[in-house]
């Protein structure tokens, strides 16, 4: 029976849940320096929940599991469209859900209940709403924590990562004055949002703040959660995109609470292989 989804919504996927163990690749693996955008990157005004791929490619089942619900690009109203083009949902038995979008056509699957891993579902096309850009949009979900999981944590790493960069790394105080960590040699004691430049397709696996040695924030990219239906990063606290990504320029690597005196702030992005990029700086707080 054929299953077809006009609006793309989290609560719409989330009649299940469990947990993890692996994938393979939806596509041909391909260098980790060739994707096309990296997850949780800003895309159209939105983090993106998606591991998008670089290469217009035969599209396949990444493991065993039974098809939840098939997206069409046009269903039988025009009031709604799928942003995710033609897609499949395809639930496994680890409890995890995995999307495959901007698909040509979900035709080949229409009728079938249960799909094996490496089951073709044809090739990408124009479907969804990537700008003109025909390649597949990647998702896990994990339907128990309302989140979307970084793809490429469950499947195989093939390749040298994009090399991260720390650059014009700022605190944000509350009133939104901000200051070069760079060229500032003294601040106001207080709290303060981190925010590094933003690269156009790499973010940090991870990034870590030290405060005089001490861990004082620690932020994972590799997980986004569902609260209240806004994506949100969570490090000490649960940040939204708003925060995340205040500006197309800018990312958010932490919160921090800078004590009066003189203070040692140490800066650390990670990729997903674990290579470490830091900066230091010292400031004075009165």
């Not at 493991?63 to 997206?71: E, H």
């Not at 649960?238 to 003189?262: C, K, N």
């Amino acid at each position: 029976m054929k299953r077809i989804l006009k609006i793309g919504a989290f609560s719409a996927l989330a009649a299940l849940g469990f947990s993890v163990v692996a994938f393979d690749w939806p596509q041909n693996a391909i260098l980790s320096d060739s994707f096309y955008s990296y997850f949780g990157q800003l895309r159209g005004g939105r983090m993106s929940q998606s591991l998008v791929f670089s290469d217009t490619e035969n599209v396949s089942i990444a493991d065993d599991g039974n098809v939840v619900v098939l997206f069409t690009e046009h269903g039988d109203s025009d009031i709604f469209e799928s942003t995710l083009g033609n897609a499949a949902v395809i639930a496994h038995d680890d409890g995890m859900l995995t999307v495959y979008a901007n698909l040509d056509s979900v035709e080949q699957i229409a009728d079938a209940t249960e799909v094996k891993a490496g089951t073709s579902l044809g090739v990408t096309s124009n479907s969804g709403w990537q700008e003109g850009f025909a390649c597949l949009e990647f998702q896990v979900v994990d339907t128990v924590n309302k989140s979307f999981i970084n793809p490429r944590v469950l499947m195989p790493r093939t390749g040298d990562e994009i090399p991260l960069e720390l650059r014009n790394v700022t605190a944000v105080n509350k009133a939104g004055i901000s200051y070069g960590l760079g060229s500032v040699k003294t601040l106001n004691a207080g709290s303060y949002m981190i925010y590094n430049e933003r690269q156009d397709v790499a973010i940090p696996y991870k990034s870590t703040i030290y405060i005089n040695g001490v861990v004082v924030e620690s932020l994972q990219y590799s997980v986004l959660y569902e609260v209240d239906g806004k994506l949100c990063v969570k490090g000490k606290n649960l940040h939204p995109l708003s925060t995340v990504y205040p500006s197309s320029d800018r990312q958010f690597l932490g919160e921090i609470s800078v004590p009066r005196g003189h203070n040692e702030i140490q800066v650390v992005i990670s990729d997903i292989l674990g290579k470490e990029y830091v900066s230091t700086y010292i400031v004075d707080a009165r």
